[in-house]
T-cell receptor, first 112, second 111 residues
Framework: EAGVAQSPRYKIIEKRQSVAFWCNPI?????LYWYQQILGQGPKLLIQ????????DSQLPKDRFSAERLKGVDSTLKIQPAKLEDSAVYLC??????????FGSGTRLTVV | TQLLEQSPQFLSIQEGENLTVYCNSS?????LQWYRQEPGEGPVLLVT?????EVKKLKRLTFQFGDARKDSSLHITAAQPGDTGLYLC???????????FGGGTRVLVKP
């Protein structure tokens, strides 16, 4: 089966600019997750979707981050405006059930 | 402070040596998972342990879940350069359904 697809792989932007990441989960996986992984740290959950509804967004900085999952398939994560501390790898994952997360390769964001 | 603490943070060994990575918490977990992440890639699930005291083996890798379900360890026998990577433990707290990651252990196996 095809894996979790993410794009772009790399992005460099200036602070205060906006950026968007895209994720296409494994077909049939109802649950989709966005994680932020700062260099040298483990991934931190930003938001979890079940189909097209938000299950958990308690750690999403809602003043600048937004995410949507229209039609319960693809998802986009947006940052506007970006700050230097947003430099990280943004990982998308999907799962059929709670166990067995499959991660994409991530988008490495550098804010300068 | 992180819910899951991993130690050591970095480990450098020679090919053929053994190593152990630890994952500890003061909280009880319904299950724990171990992932390996290579540079430029996402984490890949290695194993899930769900029962206190459980031991699982995956070729040269041995995973153990503590009796109290608060800690876990990963032991690699006769490490090879291909074992190099970032090892992450992650767990579902007993009181919650959010997969939480530890800070990771970076392992370097030198030929």
């Amino acid at each position: 089966e095809a894996g979790v697809a993410q794009s772009p792989r790399y992005k460099i932007i200036e602070k205060r600019q906006s950026v968007a990441f895209w994720c296409n989960p494994i077909s049939g996986h109802a649950t989709l997750y966005w994680y932020q992984q700062i260099l040298g740290q483990g991934p931190k959950l930003l938001i979890q979707f079940q189909n097209n509804g938000v299950v958990d967004d308690s750690q999403l900085p809602k003043d600048r981050f937004s995410a949507e999952r229209l039609k319960g398939v693809d998802s986009t994560l947006k940052i506007q405006p970006a700050k230097l501390e947003d430099s990280a790898v943004y990982l998308c994952a999907s799962s059929f059930r709670s166990y067995g997360y499959t991660f994409g390769s991530g988008t490495r964001l550098t804010v300068v | 402070t992180q819910l899951l603490e991993q130690s050591p943070q970095f480990l450098s060994i020679q090919e053929g040596e053994n190593l152990t990575v630890y994952c500890n918490s003061s909280s009880v977990f319904s299950s724990l998972q171990w992932y390996r992440q290579e540079p430029g890639e996402g984490p890949v699930l290695l194993v899930t342990v769900v029962t206190g005291g459980e031991v699982k083996k995956l070729k040269r890798l041995t995973f153990q879940f503590g009796d109290a379900r608060k800690d876990s360890s990963l032991h690699i026998t006769a490490a090879q350069p291909g074992d190099t990577g970032l090892y992450l433990c992650a767990g579902f707290p007993a009181a919650g359904n959010k997969l939480t990651f530890g800070g990771g252990t970076r392992v370097l196996v030198k030929p």
